[in-house]
């Protein structure tokens, strides 16, 4: 089993929608979870961290599941802006997921 | 948020030739940074973990005395890419934690996209 995995997509959404992503980790012992934004050609930017309890920021909500080992990010009320590759990271070890990939379409 | 910065943003260069990157926190002091390479539609890969006053330590596969990294202080740290071939050809990002203990956030620095013709 790979270490971080996400389904790559393209997840192809109109505006408005209500999208939700997966990453599933194999390291029980990871303890720090993020989900990363990234646009083409750029770096990724942290969207936000993901707590046990579960936390939201706006029309963004992340949540995890230590007993299935996956976080997830909920995007509501999608933006245009919002196209970009979303990236999972776990932390110990430090392992990037390969990121999914999101349009939203006018 | 913390700051990061690298220099330069991108490089071309010939075959053959060595390319040094620089990776600078900027409002704070950082014992440790990393280093990844990304690919085109492909996600980072961590190439090393670079330790301020002491030898980086590498990931498994990727060659060090290619990869030279220094990290001479605690907010900078250097890789240099020693003769240069098309295969390096990539963009190359670096990071640092920054936070208190337990609750410290990874930043990146904007990457340096590298060329070898």
């Known amino acids: 089993r790979k270490e971080v995995e996400q389904d790559p997509g393209p997840f192809n959404v109109p505006e408005g929608a209500t999208v939700a992503f997966n990453c599933t980790y194999s390291?029980?012992?990871?303890?720090?979870f993020f989900w990363y934004r990234q646009d083409c050609r750029k770096e990724p930017k942290l969207l936000m961290s993901?707590?046990?309890s579960g936390n939201e920021d706006g029309r963004f909500t992340a949540q995890l599941n230590r007993a299935s080992q996956y976080i997830s990010l909920l995007i509501r009320d999608s933006k245009l802006s919002d196209s970009a590759t979303y990236l999972c990271?776990?932390?110990?070890?430090?392992?990037f997921g390969k990121g999914t990939r999101l349009s939203v379409i006018a | 948020g913390a700051v990061v910065s690298q220099h330069p943003s991108w490089v071309i260069c010939k075959s053959g030739t060595s390319v040094k990157i620089e990776c600078r926190s900027l409002?704070?002091?950082?014992?440790?940074m990393f280093w990844y390479r990304q690919f085109p539609k492909q996600s980072l890969m961590l190439m090393a973990t670079?330790?301020?006053?002491?030898?980086?330590?590498?990931e498994q596969g990727v060659e060090k005395d290619k990869f030279l990294i220094n990290h001479a202080s605690l907010t900078l740290s250097t890789l240099t890419v020693t003769s240069a071939h098309p295969e390096d050809s990539s963009f190359y990002i670096c990071?640092?934690?920054?936070?208190?203990?337990?609750?410290?956030?990874?930043?990146f620095g904007p990457g340096t996209r590298l060329l070898v013709l």
């Open positions: 670079s330790n301020e006053g002491s030898k980086a330590t590498y």
């Open positions: 990271v776990v932390n110990p070890p430090l392992v």
């Open positions: 990071s640092a934690f920054s936070g208190t203990q337990g609750g410290e956030t990874q930043y």
């Open positions: 390291n029980s012992a990871s303890q720090s």
């Open positions: 993901v707590y046990s």
């Open positions: 409002d704070f002091q950082a014992t440790t």
